[in-house]
């Protein structure tokens, strides 16, 4: 059994190794091949599993001139389809049987049988493989049936523990088996053949209670093939889909953009500080309500940038919000005060230049509270929405109307739920970053992308191959880190159509502009996707913009 798995394994791999490289997708392959008839002589071995000489005997005697025999055929066949066939097989084996199981001489008695099956036969090959460039090596399996008859028992003991016979006797059986054929010429192959049998009990001339006797044939043998050169290996239009008949060569070159290099790199971060005050104060409590949690946020952001030597704050501006309860003169007071603690608080903390932080205010954050009510499920939104985008009407007086619209309890919960979320204090703190050399931005384009400009960017993505994971992962960081930026989804786009994601490239290239690359690249897009019209005009208008690389996507579009 072993030896048999060893044997089937060795037909899978040659069907691996000799199937060669499919066509390329973008070029109808060639059509698998339909055999011609042929016809096939084999030789080779056999070993029957009988009432008494079953696989247990081989432990006991070894595959030897005991438990073997001999076997050979001759067979006509021929293919319908690519896959399906169909042959005609006549051998001849001579057979074992063994008296008794327990007869320690192990003595075996010999016969014969002629067979006739009609085989069913599958092209694993042709059907795993259709495109491969060369037809030098099929694998098919099999399946049959037929007659066996059986004769050379005479004078012989077939048994001394069941009813036997000596006469001839007809057989039926089943076959399946592997077929395995390497083209050795055009009209020849070598071939080998592995078979398991299932026959009708009394076969080895024995009625047991055994409903079927067996046997296995192993066989090598030459094969010939018959008009050849009429055989279907060429592309039939009729075969081939509508769309495969349209299909056209596309080269998907594509043109990379180098962004302009900054001059100073600016860079921004802003934030919220959520800080409470005692009613009517605009002194900061550094332990008040939630004000250690909001006061580190700022101070977080501040040490990020502090902590990078390559980085500079150049201003930090402040703009204090009121929320809109209460007579508008003391919120104007409130929301200059505050915003004026939080600078002095700062101050106190680092050692800034006081030019260096910048204070605006808003009195009442109504654009806050319109927000609010937009996404809200009140009963009088819109009439709500109204008041508080009526600019005209003095600040108290709109307060006093949306009071009266949503009553009492309602206001009382703004007061404790809606309102504290009023008043704010947002920073925004502007820095400078230094020029990086292209070792220091390899290093940091993974951590920190933020501290590089799109052209070093660029560099990091040119220092690594064309097609390597660390380029396309540098050109992609750009276009996440710049998504409005042309230049940098132009270029992403260029790295989707080279990977054929044709998805992403759509996307990229709606915020690519209308440069000559961009439109090339539309072109592409629309190449690969098969729209052969749109790419041409595409390519053409690209081509008269001065992009050379247009001529080779649609090799005939230009001519």
């Known amino acids: 059994m072993k030896k048999r798995r060893i044997l089937f394994a060795v037909f899978l791999s040659l069907a691996y190794a000799i199937e060669g490289t499919a066509e390329n997708d973008s070029i109808p392959a060639k059509k698998a091949e339909t055999d011609p008839w042929y016809l096939e002589v084999f030789g080779g071995v056999n070993h029957s599993m009988n009432e008494n000489l079953d696989d247990r005997l081989v432990h006991t005697i070894g595959i030897s001139g005991q438990s073997l025999g001999s076997t050979a055929k001759i067979g006509v066949g021929k293919e319908w389809t690519s896959i399906w066939g169909w042959r005609g097989i006549l051998g001849y084996n001579s057979n074992k049987g063994r008296a008794t199981f327990y007869n320690k001489d192990e003595r075996v008695y010999s016969f014969h049988s002629v067979e006739l099956f009609g085989d069913i036969t599958y092209d694993l090959t042709d059907n795993l493989f259709p495109r491969r460039k060369h037809n030098g090596f099929n694998l098919k399996i099999f399946a049959g049936f037929g007659g066996l008859q059986t004769f050379g028992f005479e004078n012989q003991i077939l048994s001394y523990t069941d009813n036997y016979s000596n006469s001839p006797r007809l057989n039926w059986g089943a076959r399946i088996g592997f077929e395995g054929r390497l083209r050795v010429s055009e009209d020849v192959c070598i071939g080998a053949e592995l078979t398991q049998y299932f026959i009708d009990d009394h076969f080895s001339g024995v009625a047991a209670n055994y409903p079927l006797d067996g046997r296995q044939n192993l066989m090598v043998g030459l094969i010939w093939l018959f008009n050849h050169k009429n055989k279907i290996s060429h592309i039939d239009h009729y075969d081939i889909p ?17 962004p302009k290099a900054e001059g100073v790199k600016r860079r921004v971060i802003e934030g919220q500080a959520f800080l409470d005050y005692p009613v009517n104060e605009t002194i900061i409590y550094a332990d008040y309500r939630n004000n250690p949690s909001e006061l580190r946020k700022i101070m977080e952001s501040i040490d990020v940038v502090l902590r990078d030597s390559t980085v500079k704050i ?18 104007v007071r409130l929301a200059k005060g505050r915003a004026e603690a939080l600078r002095t608080y700062l101050l106190n903390l680092y050692n800034f230049d006081p030019s260096v932080i910048t204070l605006t205010s808003t009195p009442e954050d109504w654009e806050g509270l319109e927000k609010y009510v937009s996404s809200s499920q009140l009963n009088n939104k819109e009439k709500i929405l109204e008041i508080i985008r009526s600019t005209d009407i003095p600040e108290d007086k709109r307060e006093e109307q949306i009071k009266v619209i949503i009553g009492a309890d309602l206001y009382a919960d703004w007061l404790s739920n809606v309102y504290p979320g009023l008043r704010h204090s947002d920073y925004t703190i502007n820095y400078t970053v230094r020029n990086y ?53 132009l270029n992403a786009a260029n790295i989707a159509l080279r990977n054929n994601n044709l ?57």
């Open 314 to 331: 150049s201003s930090i501006g402040i703009h204090g919000y009121a929320s809109p309860e209460g007579p508008y003169d003391k919120n």
């Open 437 to 489: 050399t292209l070792d220091e931005a390899r290093r940091i384009i993974t951590k920190h992308p933020n501290l590089l400009s799109l052209n070093e960017m660029y560099q990091v993505a040119n220092s690594y191959p064309r097609d390597s994971y660390k380029h396309n992962e540098a050109m992609s960081i750009a276009a996440r880190l710049y998504p409005n930026d042309e230049i940098a989804n």
């Open 242 to 258: 509508n769309e495969l008949l349209n299909k056209r060569v596309v080269n998907p070159v594509v043109v990379f953009v180098e």
């Open 503 to 559: 998805t992403d490239a759509k996307h990229y290239l709606e915020n690519a502009g209308n440069s000559p690359q961009a439109i090339h690249a539309r072109g592409v897009l629309a190449a690969l996707e098969k729209d052969y019209s749109k790419a041409e005009q595409y390519l053409k208008e690209s081509y008269s913009l001065g992009i050379k690389e247009s001529a080779q996507v649609l090799p005939d579009a230009l001519k």
